[in-house]
């Protein structure tokens, strides 16, 4: 594993950060017994545990390690992260403990895997994104216009409408329908984004247009620079892509879930207390087989993530990714109950 440094790679440093806060109530973490595995396919060729995934979460998965390692002699670990693109493909070939992703897996990805393993893998929240595209860390979405429009704020299904067709309360293709007015009420909305098999698609797909297809005047392209640049010569178009990426051209729209909530374009606070609706995670992917437990250290090292210390080490990341709550860490330990069968009276993982 690489020596840690003081700063993320990509920051530079600054004696102005202030670790996020990390709520109390998080429950502190209570080492069990573990050992180093013997026979596993994730174990290095000198005995350690592969960490693959997305380079974004070095900064905190080498922390992370190294504090466990300081709670449990002879456990060693190999944070070896290609990117995210080779995280599933580690995962399915049998390669890694555990792989960190700042999205959820795609279709596309989920498809091999359950064919090689007879189930699909567990992503377990261990973060919410960041706020910011700076250290190019996994973030959070936020929708955007050009700043020639005058629309001053959207809901979830306002969006949908916008982007995707079937919608029960219609689909929306003029910005009069938003209540625009003058010339722009029967300009033509130009929606725009990343494709629907892409991370930013899935997601899109999964949590906001419940599967519809998408506009058929909907523009594709791959990545947020190429959206965001899309839009700075569109006065009429409308685009979802990274958080934190306002110009002089664009800007950031504030959002809703519902017309009576909070509208918010993705402030620290409104992520971690799940006030924003394009808010997003970073997730550990672990395999799992049919009828059978996670590997026992594999299931202690998520434990420790999940504590209050593992919390705590994660806020500390300057501008960084930001801690769960209390309840988001208890459903994700949950998680891990099911995944591993658990036998109360011998406190004994069922094999």
Sequence with gaps: MEQATDTPPTAANDDTWTPRYVDPNIPPYEPGAISMPVSKRWLTADGRARISGSDHGRWIMERLCEAFQARHAGIRFDVDLCGTPSAMAFLTSGRSMLSVMGREITPVETVPYGKRIGAPPVGIRIAHAAEETAQHLATSLAVYVHRSNPLAKLTQLQLSQIFSIGNAQGDYSRWGQLG????????????IGTPEFTGFGTYMQAHHLAGRPLSPIYERYIGTDDVLARLEADPSGIAVAAIGRDTDLIRSVPIAMTGDDHFSTGSTEDVRHGRYAFGRFLYAYVPKKRGQPLDPLTA??????????????IAQQPRGYIPLRPNEVAEERTKLDIVIPFDAATAKEVN
């Design 180 to 191: 625009l007015d003058g010339e722009w009420r029967g300009r033509l909305i130009h929606p």
């Design 300 to 313: 202690e090292y998520l434990r420790f993530v999940l504590s209050l210390e593992g919390q705590t080490i």
